[in-house]
């Protein structure tokens, strides 16, 4: 089983709508949890990260975290044709090197006008 | 604006050769991470550095991949005898860290696409 899994792509929402992603990990000791974007044969970008339960509001952008579920989400308000990139789902990991994440495979958003 | 950058961007060796690939971390950043990320994958971990201490190498796969950082700054990638598979692409990131923080996000550089023919 995989460290991380996001639901699978591709996600194509109509200019305006509310896109979510969804993301689930499996160590439940996992403390930060940070959602990239990652447009076509670019760096990831970190957009937000959260690390206690509940909702973490950023602009258009909202982060949600349940721990019990295990289960981390990222909301897209309004959503612009900008938007259309590879969301990266990424959760520290516990050990001796607590700075080391693990990423999900992606899932492809596209935002059409 | 000083970024992460990496060198090259671009890289097409033949089976056999021996790559290099550099990462400049942002000016201060302590913690330096390598990933590679294959077509269609998210990033995955290679190894991690504190300052010029290797700290996780756990995740290169095999004893034909070696990272450096010797001056605790730059660093340096180096891969073997490359195969077929090495394709794909090596991101570097760093992180504002004196000390292991879990809340520290990590800044990616736009990564060295190698191509292995």
């Known amino acids: 089983q995989k460290e991380v899994e996001q639901n699978s792509g591709p996600l194509s929402v109509p200019e305006g709508a509310i896109a979510s992603l969804n993301c689930t990990y499996s160590d439940r000791g996992s403390q930060s949890f940070f959602w990239y974007r990652q447009y076509s044969g670019k760096s990831p970008e970190l957009i937000m990260f959260?690390?206690?339960?509940g909702d973490k509001e950023d602009g258009r952008f909202t982060a949600q975290l349940n721990k019990a579920s295990q289960y981390v989400s990222l909301l897209i308000r309004d959503s612009q044709p900008s938007d259309s990139a590879t969301y990266l789902c990424?959760?520290?990991?516990?050990?001796?090197?607590?700075?080391?994440?693990?990423f999900g495979r992606g899932t492809q958003l596209t935002v059409w006008p | 604006g000083a970024g992460v950058s990496q060198s090259p961007r671009y890289k097409v060796a033949k089976r056999g050769q021996d790559v290099a690939l550099r990462c400049d971390p942002i000016s201060g950043h302590v913690s330096l991470f390598w990933y590679q990320q294959a077509l269609g994958q998210g990033p995955e971990f290679l190894t991690y550095f504190q300052n010029e201490a290797q700290l996780d190498k756990s995740g290169l796969p095999s004893d034909r991949f070696f990272a450096e950082r010797p001056e605790g700054s730059v660093s340096t990638l180096k891969i073997q005898r490359t195969q077929q598979e090495d394709s794909a692409v090596y991101l570097c990131?760093?992180?504002?860290?004196?000390?292991?923080?879990?809340?520290?996000?990590?800044?990616f550089g736009d990564g060295t696409r190698l191509s292995i023919l």
């Open positions: 990424a959760v520290n990991a516990r050990g001796s090197t607590l700075g080391r994440l693990y």
């Open positions: 990131a760093s992180s504002l860290t004196e000390r292991v923080n879990v809340y520290q996000p990590q800044h």
């Open positions: 959260i690390y206690s339960n």
